[in-house]
């Protein structure tokens, strides 16, 4: 049996500061001034897919404002998305949809840096899945 969750999260702030938020499908997983997915509480509710997407979504905007930071830009506001595939105990796929407002950046430097978080998050690493990408530059 095939099960599909998304789970968003999202970053305001420099690396430094620390200030994200996240939420579940189910809004029984709420964290704020997260630093590192470890923090992540599993209330009563929320399902392993919902933790999972949760985590990705948080550690993935993290990482990216890690590597803006490093490029010397400086985001505004990162929400990511990530739809979690549990089939059968395992994790086949991981979809990553980011929104990045951050000015002095161009949508082909965006999607390089984001391929390059990507690469880099610690929960990527985690899962023999697939994951793919869409980073979008928004303009207020």
């Not at 001034?33 to 949760?54: C, H, M, Q, V, W």
Request: some cysteine.
């Amino acid at each position: 049996m095939q099960i599909t969750r998304t789970s968003s999260a999202e970053w305001k702030g420099s690396g430094k500061t620390g200030n994200g938020t996240l939420t579940t499908p189910s809004g029984a997983l709420r964290d704020t001034a997260y630093s590192y997915p470890t923090r992540f509480e599993d209330k009563p509710g929320t399902n392993p897919e919902e933790l999972i997407g949760a985590a990705h979504a948080g550690c993935f905007s993290m990482k990216l404002a890690f590597v803006l930071q490093a490029a010397g830009i400086e985001a505004e506001r990162i929400h990511t998305e990530a739809t979690v595939v549990l089939e059968n105990g395992s994790i086949p796929s991981i979809h990553l949809r980011t929104r990045v407002w951050a000015s002095g950046l161009t949508a082909s430097k965006l999607a390089e840096l984001a391929t390059d978080a990507k690469t880099n998050c610690p929960v990527s690493k985690l899962f023999n899945a697939s994951i793919s990408l869409e980073a979008t530059l928004e303009i207020d």
